[in-house]
């Protein structure tokens, strides 16, 4: 049972789970008391939800566990009364945690591909990859219906984006070298199993040689419903799901005004990650005339979840502004009894009310809300944490290096600070010239009397600052970055410079170059 309970600007959620594995049926009591101003617990309205937890039910097969499709989750919460908008800011301020709890969460995308033809994976073999990395390193295996979709060991997963891109979702670790130790572990794994099969693994932002046409669809039923609805909001939406790979990091905040702190300068300096992280300026064999492809991408995939939500700046900022704003975005789908439902342009709002056209009466679950939340791609999400969404996907220093940026500046107050001080003048406008801009000339963009390069200086100093304050010795993370600032050269124009000398206009050899 959970009774989420609000009174002005203090939340407290106090939930129990019962949950079911085999025959053993377990209870577990929680009190999670989020207070903006202080941490009291006030009850002044209760909202009853009934939570069957499945996720701990598996079935033993060929000797790994297998289970159920996650996420989304299945639709096992019952609510006895309907969940409230209250509910909805209660479930973000949830994720507030004391400093000494904060973690870092990384996840990368790559895209796999045949070592003699190029070719991106088919589904057959990315399914061979999968159960063997389940089997001989022990992770379970993640079904929807018949086909495997994915992994979990622990609180690491391994999923499918759309066109087969290989993604691991880290678990939320305290450092630094824990995480790029998680990255190197995961490669070698993929490696192990690969091997023996003849791929490889690219790591690069964009897919630099294949169409549209060339790469399969994974078998996910949210997959379907999404390619059928992005022709209809956005061009380039079919290329983001399809050819687009990412690095990001995900950071915990400790209280309402911090998750303020931090979305802002995340979504200010996120412009600067893409420049330095810019790793995607080929198409189709040719240069593309951006050094961030993907970037660009999302200018133009569905503007009603994207951008650089300029609201989060406003002085009424908080939980509740990010969920009016989440209730009016386009719904995507509705899971339940193991099939996804198309409710696309359909709305959350609606949905409180009973109000979907897809299954009319039906009220939404946390899980329902949770799924949505996922749905919603800005340049900085927030779910219980905050999502930087900013960076190429590329080698794996680079995936070392995007999660040591934002945590010397996102997890050092004098840092944050800084970062919240040069920033604080920035309008509207200029933030937006700069996502604008950046994809095309990344560090070389003009900004104000100079180069975005310059600030892109104080802030890489700044992140290294707020590294060597944390203690751990994990600055040189950074090393990766630095050398970018310091010549104003993203690996993009890297790439570029290769493709145009040593590489002689052919594309074939960044599959070599940035093999992992």
Request: net charge neutral; charged share 25%.
């Amino acid at each position: 049972m959970a009774l989420i309970s609000q009174t002005g600007s203090s939340y407290c959620i106090r939930t129990e789970v019962f949950s079911r594995a085999g025959n053993v049926e377990a209870s577990k009591l929680k009190d999670n008391c989020v207070g903006f101003s202080s941490f009291s617990c006030n009850s002044a309205r209760k909202t009853q939800i009934l939570h069957m937890d499945n996720a701990g039910v598996g079935l033993k097969r060929c000797g790994s566990v297998v289970v159920a499709a996650s996420p989304p989750t299945e639709d096992a919460v019952i609510a006895t009364e309907p969940l409230t908008k209250e509910d909805l800011v209660a479930y973000l301020a949830s994720g507030c945690k004391p400093k000494e709890a904060w973690r870092i969460g990384t996840e990368h995308e790559k895209f796999g591909f045949e070592l003699k033809t190029l070719r991106p994976m088919k589904y057959e073999q990315i399914s061979e990859l999968l159960n063997g990395i389940a089997e001989r390193f022990d992770w379970e295996k993640v079904m929807e219906g018949d086909y495997i979709i994915g992994l979990k060991q622990g609180k690491q997963s391994i999923s499918l984006e759309p066109g087969g891109q290989f993604e691991l979702s880290g678990a939320p670790l305290e450092t630094l070298h824990q995480t790029c130790a998680e990255v190197n572990s995961h490669l070698y794994q993929v490696k192990a199993v690969t091997e023996e099969m003849g791929i490889g693994f690219l790591g690069i932002g964009f897919q630099p040689k294949w169409g549209l046409k060339d790469i399969p669809m994974m078998p996910k039923g949210r997959y379907q419903i999404m390619k059928n609805y992005m022709p209809k909001v956005g061009t380039l939406g079919l290329d983001m799901m399809f050819r687009t790979c990412t690095v990001q990091v995900n950071l915990d905040f400790s209280s309402e005004a911090d998750m303020i702190r931090k979305f802002r300068a995340g979504l200010a300096l996120q412009p600067i990650a893409t420049a330095l992280f810019a790793n995607s300026p080929f198409t189709e064999g040719k240069p593309n005339g951006f050094l961030s492809m993907r970037s660009q991408i999302w200018t133009d995939t569905d503007n009603n979840r994207t951008g650089m939500l300029p609201f989060v700046f406003d002085d009424s900022f908080g939980f509740e502004q990010y969920v009016d704003y989440a209730l009016d975005v386009p719904m995507y789908f509705v899971y339940r009894n193991k099939k996804y439902i198309d409710c696309t342009g359909m709305t959350f709002r609606d949905f409180l009310k009973g109000k979907l056209r897809c299954i009319p009466g039906d009220l939404p679950t946390l899980n329902d809300w949770e799924n949505h939340l996922t749905t919603i791609f800005p340049e900085v999400r927030l779910k219980r944490y905050l999502e930087m969404r900013g960076a190429d996907g590329g080698p794996w220093r680079r995936l070392c290096a995007l999660p040591a940026f934002w945590v010397g500046i996102l997890y050092d107050e004098v840092s944050l600070q800084n970062v919240l001080d040069i920033t604080a003048d920035w309008t509207p406008e200029e933030r937006q010239m700069l996502r604008n801009k950046v994809p095309i000339t990344g560090l070389k963009t003009p900004f104000r009397d100079g180069l975005l390069k310059h600030v892109a200086q104080d802030v890489v100093k700044l992140a290294k600052d707020g590294l060597e304050r944390r203690g751990y010795k994990e600055s040189g993370f950074l090393n990766e970055v630095a050398e970018v600032v310091r010549t104003g050269v993203t690996p993009a124009e890297r790439l570029l410079e290769l493709y145009n000398g040593k590489w002689e206009q052919q594309i074939d050899p960044v599959f070599e170059e940035l093999l992992y």
